[in-house]
């Protein structure tokens, strides 16, 4: 079955920090692999994805993300929290082939950023 | 560029009683879907369509939901008899992606629809 797991309901981080949200997946076949960032009241708001090449794709908002294909991982990643980027961080993942175009998601990791 | 728009933003109904949430997607997407947010868990979808037809609804529970695009562009979810465990946000996404095609692309969400069941 295809699946996304983020393994830390919560992560806290002091500002200036560099932090690290984790994603594991599970999937038939090379994955297309993303990160959407929700503020509360707020949809989900695209932060980067994976397609191929480079295992460091960059995003919004100075974020970064690590494909690791021998470990699955797709893990988010920021060289120095703002208390601003507190907020809920989904994983989602589409297969690349036979699929719709749907995402499945994971079930969220709370980033919470301190002064 | 206008966002997806999805109405009400905000429901409270209770059970037994039906709802509907409405959702009109970026211009020119082919692609609407449905997500269910429940408090603590990560979106789960209950149906994908391109144009106006269904592409995946595996997950619909159909005895009390149902979701219609007419025309291929807004589309219109309805519950009917909500029962409690309804209670979620529901998002609306729209996508350039179309099934067949290269599925690189990503999905834009509108705000969601926050449903109460009491």
């Known amino acids: 079955a295809q699946s996304v797991a983020q393994p830390e309901d919560q992560v806290n981080v002091a500002e200036g920090n560099p932090l690290t949200v984790k994603c594991t997946y599970s999937?038939?076949?090379?994955?297309?692999l993303f990160w959407y960032v929700q503020y509360p009241n707020r949809g989900l708001q695209f932060l980067l994805k994976y397609i191929t090449g480079d295992n460091l794709v960059k995003g919004s908002y100075g974020f970064e993300a690590e494909f690791n294909k021998s470990q699955t991982s797709f893990h988010l990643k920021k060289p120095s929290a703002l208390v601003s980027d507190s907020a809920l961080y989904f994983c989602?993942?589409?297969?690349?082939?036979?699929?719709?175009?749907?995402?499945?998601f994971g079930q969220g990791t709370t980033l919470q950023v301190k002064p | 560029e206008a966002g997806v728009a999805q109405s009400p933003r905000y429901k409270i109904i209770e059970k037994r009683q039906s709802v509907a949430f409405w959702c009109n997607p970026i211009s020119g997407h082919a692609t609407l879907y449905w997500y269910q947010q429940i408090l603590g868990q990560g979106p789960k979808l209950l149906i994908q369509?391109?144009?106006?037809?269904?592409?995946?609804d595996s997950q619909l529970p159909k005895d009390r939901f149902s979701a219609e695009r007419l025309k291929g562009v807004d589309s219109t979810l309805k519950i009917q008899p909500a029962k409690l465990e309804d209670s979620a946000v529901y998002l609306c996404a729209s996508s350039l992606v179309k099934w067949g095609s290269s599925n690189t692309g990503e999905l834009f969400f509108g705000e969601g629809s926050r449903l109460t069941v009491l």
């Open positions: 999937v038939s076949g090379n994955p297309y």
């Open positions: 369509f391109q144009n106006n037809g269904v592409v995946d």
């Open positions: 989602a993942v589409r297969p690349a082939s036979g699929n719709t175009g749907k995402l499945i």
